[in-house]
């Protein structure tokens, strides 16, 4: 998830920022970089999605693994008392076990899906919250250019222009409400 965010943020901010850059041509370029690993790794937006998908993955995982339980104890039953059932009886249910399989091989697929979509769903929205964000801090601010940098992005920066922090700080007191 957040190597999904991290790569999308990159582009973003410097398509958004490149085009400040070539609005504002007139003034002294001010330069800027922000550590997006670090970014997104304390920004409480990603904390708390990060959260609610750990949380539901938990809860989809936990109804899966009852419903293994009770196969596999459907299944001892089955192998315990097979020699009292009739040939029938034993056809019917084998057939029941191999239903309830397929059913709990389908939810898993299923989850796997609903997985990937609220992820998907939760890293656009940080992301859109994001870019909106960090567009007017720097128009507020006046940058020119501000990188996403990540470790091998960028080879050297000196600290001053590092901007990281302030737009941690700018982002999770929007994001509380401040």
């Known amino acids: 998830m957040l190597k999904k965010i991290k790569d ?3 582009i ?8 400040l850059s070539f609005k504002s041509k007139q003034r002294e370029p001010v330069l800027a970089y922000i550590d997006t690993d670090h970014l997104l790794e304390n920004y ?4 708390e999605a990060t959260e ?3 949380s539901k993955t938990t809860k989809w995982q936990n109804h899966i693994d009852s419903l293994k339980k009770v196969y596999m104890a459907k299944t001892e ?11 029938e009886d034993k056809k019917a249910e084998k057939q029941s076990l191999l239903q ?10 299923n989850q796997q899906k609903s997985f990937k979509t609220e992820d998907e769903r939760l890293s ?8 909106y964000e960090l567009a007017n801090y720097c128009v507020e601010n006046n940058f020119t250019l501000v990188l996403g940098a990540t470790p091998g992005t960028v080879l050297y920066a000196n600290d001053a222009i590092d901007i990281t922090d302030q ?10 409400g401040e």
Do not use: C
Not at 44 to 47: D, I
Not at 100 to 109: E, F, P
């Open 167 to 176: 737009v941690l700080d700018m982002l999770n007191s929007k994001y509380k």
């Open 8 to 10: 999308i943020l990159i």
């Open 44 to 47: 409480q937006g990603t904390k």
């Open 52 to 54: 609610q998908l750990t």
């Open 77 to 87: 039953n089955f192998y315990t008392d097979s020699s009292m059932l009739s040939q």
């Open 12 to 19: 973003g901010s410097i398509l958004v920022l490149g085009f």
């Open 100 to 109: 309830m399989k397929y059913t709990i091989s389908q939810m898993q697929g």
């Open 124 to 131: 656009k929205g940080i992301l859109n919250k994001i870019d």
